[in-house]
C-alpha cells in the first residue's frame, strides 16, 4: 500500500497522469472518498496521462461517459446513484470490470457492499481481481489529501 500527500488539484491530477502514461489494457481503478475528495480530479489526470483532450467531468446522472481519444479507451464510472448490487448488475456495471481499455470508477466502495436484501456484493472483497487498483481519497483539510493506493490482486 502506498500514501502520497496532495497539497492541490494539480498535485492531484499530476499523480494520476503518472498512471494514465503507463497504465495497461484492462486495468481497473476504483476510488472511494468522501464528496470533494478529488475523485474527479483524480480521472481528469488520469485521462490527460492516456493522451486524452475530452473535458471530463463526472457522470452522476449518466452512469458513465467513455472518452476513446486516447492511448486506451477510458471509461469513467459514477456509482453515487445506485445502492445496490442489482441495481449495479441492471445498469451494466459488471461489463466494465474487465475493460478493452481502462476503467475508473467512483464510489467504488459500493462494488463491495452486500445489498440490503441479503444479496452478495457485485465484487466480494475476497475475490477482488489481479486488473484492480484501489484508491482511497482522504481530505485532511480544504487543499490537502491523503491519497492511498494498492493493487489488492497484483
Known amino acids: 500500500m502506498d500514501t502520497v500527500t496532495s497539497n492541490s488539484v ?5 499523480l494520476a497522469e503518472g498512471w494514465g502514461r503507463t497504465v495497461v489494457r484492462g486495468t481497473v481503478i476504483a476510488l472511494s472518498g468522501d464528496l ?6 483524480l480521472v481528469k489526470g ?5 493522451g ?5 467531468h463526472s457522470p452522476t446522472f449518466a452512469i458513465v461517459n467513455v ?19 442489482r441495481q449495479m448488475l441492471e445498469a451494466g456495471v459488471e461489463e466494465f470490470l474487465q475493460p478493452e481499455g481502462v476503467t475508473i470508477i467512483e464510489w ?3 462494488l463491495f457492499m452486500p445489498g440490503n ?19 482511497n481519497l482522504e481530505v485532511v483539510d480544504e487543499t490537502t ?3 492511498t493506493y494498492e493493487d489488492p490482486g497484483a
Do not use: C, M
Request: charged content about 30%; overall charge positive.
Open 117 to 135: 436484501d441479503g444479496s452478495p456484493a457485485l465484487l466480494p472483497e475476497s475475490d477482488i481481481p489481479a486488473n484492480l487498483r484501489k484508491v
Open 67 to 85: 472518452y476513446e481519444d486516447g492511448r486506451l479507451p477510458l471509461a469513467h464510472l459514477d456509482l453515487y446513484r445506485l445502492e445496490s448490487p
Open 52 to 56: 486524452s483532450q475530452a473535458r471530463v
Open 46 to 50: 488520469l485521462a490527460r496521462g492516456l
Open 145 to 147: 489529501r491523503r491519497i
Open 36 to 41: 470533494g475528495a478529488g475523485k474527479t480530479q
Open 10 to 14: 494539480a498535485q492531484t491530477e499530476s
Open 108 to 110: 467504488a466502495e459500493r
